[in-house]
């Protein structure tokens, strides 16, 4: 379980003032950049809990707290009781992270590239061929497994990718707009894996801007607007409170209200 | 990294070498055309440009082509003598012969070689002229010519005048070498890193970020280190293998450089290599993208680069000041060095002092990496 306790995020602003910056985009006092305020939401074992929010609103830099990238200013939070200021490396040995950017080494082979986070991840040599194995498997990637990763696709660098995330079985899978960039099967393919993920009891974070996605996959989500959290409960209760029909016209109802 | 110390400096400071040598010898022995006007004036001059080798006479009409005859080639020196030249020595005068050629080519040797055959008759016609005064010895001519003569001892040895000359230039080999060997690297796995978003998944692994540090720095000062070193073992086998084929003090100055000289100027550029480890890293890990860190690296070469080219300025010495002032206190470390006049104590101070630098500057690094604002730069 996730228990997000009143994260706060601030950042010093470098360089001048931008003009023109969205409405969504957190609350800027002198030289200071309120990224993230008082957020607080939890989500159970074995849920898919979306990450919403407008451009700007925060979804990054939460992303990055709860992986331990970087500190919260105020507040914390725990997996599974963990504390992500008190015990990052453990944190970390419990996170996958996944994004829409892969984040592979070009020049490693999608093996050496898997086998380097296995390494990473502290994993013994004789379960490492066979957690390979199960991977190459599970994603159907072997036929390009032995390729540099520089010559793949995109929709087998993503693969690649979730291979990596998954390579020490982490409690808790963060997705970071994984299907930015991807044809309609690619993406299919990384939804179909998210939802597998929860069959497997596995805690998943997913930040989208589709809501089709949420519909298709989110048990409850979390929406974040100006670094502030401005709904929290289900898909249906996002509806109920914003009085549309569509999903995407409540994320607009909700972005778009004031306070 | 590899390719340019082991093969392609040796393999270039042969060919210049060879190249320099082979246009030296070329203007010493090449046969110069030139065109000599008022030679009924002074035949003893003409007879002597007959008499050297490689001199050939060219017929051009008038000593108004002189100048268009020189442009292309046809010729590469004229001279002319005045109609007066008879009369002038005979009244035991000075006649004065005009030179041309092309003093815009800095290799030609055509005046050097021209001159050097007029000085022939100039010296004949000054003894003719003491031996009528009666002076009719070399010793007494020499005597009324050089009254005071200066009979120069140069204390330094072969080595250290050698040493002077070449070991400038060689620190400033090994230590631009220490430090392009990283730099590349460095762009790579700082701000290439953050560009190709795997510094992010990274830092997700559950490693310390002082191991991510130190295991990035020990890529560069290894790249760096390797890159220095190869240079200089491939100059010592350059010196030892060539050594063998010149004779003479030179021999003598080649044998005299031992390997203890090299692996103490391997010793220094060991933490010499660190400091660069770390600065690189630093510029390139702060650098958002590959373009940003090389911009930034443009002007740490600069810094790099002047103080290496300050130690090779003539009048800069090693002392217990220069001593103190990085990368120039290598350079002129190593010049000590080659000269064989290294002040071990001052030696041992320049090692002490590039070493704890080097640590700081590790030490820097590291709280460097670690800080969000360099990390998450938008």
Known sequence: MIEVKAISKSFKRRGKKRKGRFESEPATVGSVVHALTDVTFTAEKGMILG????????????????????????????????????????????IGFLSDNTGLYGRLTAREMIEYFARLHGIENHKLKRRIDELIDLLAMREFIDKRNDTLSSGMKQKVSIARTLVHDPDVIMVDEPTTGLDVAAADAILQFIDSCRTKGKTILFSTHHMHEVDRLCDNVVMLRQGRLCFTGTPKQMLAHTGQTHLDKAFLTLAEAVG | MFLMPTIIVPVLMNVLVGF????????????????????????????????????????????????????????????????????????????????????????????????????????????????????????????LLNPVTIEEHGTANMREILGERLGGMLPYLFIIFSFMGAMYTAIDIGAGEKERGTLETLLLAPVPRCQIVLGKFLVL??????????????????????????????????????????????????????????????????????????????????????????????????????????????????????????????????????????????????????????????
Not at chain 2, 246 to 272: K, N, Y
Request: net charge neutral; hydrophobic share 45%; charged share 20%.
């Open chain 2, 221 to 378: 000062f290894t790249t760096g280190v390797t890159s220095a070193l190869l240079c200089l073992t491939s100059i010592g086998l350059i010196l030892s293998t060539k050594g063998k084929e010149v004779t003479g003090a030179m021999q003598e100055v080649l044998r005299s450089i031992g390997v203890i000289d090299f692996v103490l100027v391997g010793a220094m550029l060991i933490p010499t290599a660190a400091i660069f480890a770390s600065l690189l890293l630093c510029i390139s890990i702060y650098a958002r993208s590959c373009r940003e860190a090389g911009f930034y690296c443009t002007p740490l070469n600069m810094v790099v680069i002047v103080p290496v080219v300050i130690a090779m300025l003539p009048g800069i010495e090693l002392n217990w000041i220069t001593a103190l002032l990085p990368v120039m206190n290598i350079s002129l470390a190593i010049k000590e060095l080659l000269k064989g006049t290294m002040d071990y104590l001052i030696l041992a101070v320049i090692l002490g002092s590039t070493f704890i630098i080097a640590g700081v500057l590790l030490a820097f690094t590291t709280w460097w990496f670690g800080r969000e604002a360099v990390l998450f730069r938008e």
């Open chain 1, 51 to 94: 990450l919403l929010g407008p451009n700007g609103a925060g979804k990054t830099t939460l992303l990055r707290i709860l992986s331990t990238a970087l500190n919260p200013t105020t507040g914390t939070a725990t997996f599974d009781g963990i504390d992500i200021t008190q015990n990052p490396l453990e944190v970390r040995r419990r």
């Open chain 2, 20 to 143: 320099t040598m082979h246009m030296e010898k070329k203007a010493r022995t090449e046969t110069l055309r030139y065109a000599i006007f008022g030679e009924e004036y002074l035949p003893e001059l003409g007879e002597v440009f007959e008499k050297e080798q490689g001199f050939e006479k060219v017929n051009i009409s008038s000593p108004n082509d002189i100048n268009t005859a020189i442009a292309s080639e046809e010729i590469r020196f004229a001279i002319v003598i005045p109609e007066t030249s008879r009369q002038q020595l005979e009244e035991s005068n000075q006649v004065t012969i005009r030179l041309y050629y092309n003093n815009a080519t800095v290799a030609s040797m055509a005046s050097t070689r021209a001159a050097k055959a007029i000085r022939v008759i100039s010296d004949q016609l000054r003894n003719e002229r003491l031996t009528k005064l009666g002076f009719d010895n070399k010793q007494s001519r020499n005597n």
